[in-house]
């Protein structure tokens, strides 16, 4: 199976959170301003150091245990031209685990699950720069460590021929196309894995 064909293809956020507010949420941040996942509280997870495409190295964990996408929901976000999170509805944080004081200012990556093959994400990218829309299935990482599936659209947002940043929709993907893309991910990451150190598992 040609994976383009199965996917398909069609700075910071303006308010940020103090640091204060976010410390009151539980939560941290590095150095680099990313947030720290903590560590979960069940017994069975696997931990990775992960390289982003910004150069910084977040420690994230992930487990077996999967929260299904309601039926009838829709998550919303908006972005800049670099993946800032800068708008995320009801759903979107509900479904992330993560309070909105948090996620905002932070990138996608926050959500990048590490069984998530680099290429999506590249082929993502280079589709969405060029002005076109560009959809496809996502595993997404939650802040305890489970995760969800999601089937996403990203619309780049152009007005008067100038890029403005990106939207996201996601909807709830079949439980054939979950099993289509796990299977097609798994083949991919263990070609990438031969390939890039961006993905170390510690446990």
């Not at 949420?25 to 947030?35: I, R, T």
């Not at 560590?39 to 977040?58: C, S, T, V, W």
């Not at 947002?157 to 709830?172: A, C, E, L, P, Q």
């Amino acid at each position: 199976m040609n994976w383009l064909n199965f996917l398909g293809k069609s700075k910071k956020a303006k308010s940020e959170p103090d640091n204060q507010q976010t410390k009151q949420l539980g939560s941290l941040k590095d150095a680099a301003g990313c947030l720290i996942m903590p560590k979960p509280k069940i017994a069975n997870y696997r931990e990775f150091l992960i390289l982003g495409y910004d150069g910084n190295q977040r420690r994230i964990y992930a487990s077996d245990e999967e929260v299904m996408f309601p039926d009838g929901c829709l998550i919303t976000s908006k972005t800049d031209l670099n993946g800032v999170i800068t708008h995320a509805n009801e759903s979107f944080v509900t479904m992330s685990g993560w309070q909105r004081q948090e996620i905002i200012s932070q990138t996608h990556n926050v959500l990048r699950h590490p069984d998530m093959p680099s290429a999506v994400f590249e082929e993502m990218w280079a589709t969405i720069k060029k002005g076109e829309k560009w959809h496809g299935y996502m595993k997404n990482l939650r802040k305890d460590s489970s995760f969800y599936w999601v089937y996403a659209t990203v619309i780049p947002n152009i007005r008067h021929d100038v890029f403005m940043g990106y939207t996201s929709v996601r909807r709830k993907p079949s439980r054939e196309k979950i099993i289509q893309a796990e299977q097609l991910y798994q083949t991919m990451l263990s070609e990438e894995k031969n390939q890039t150190d961006r993905l170390i598992r510690i446990n």
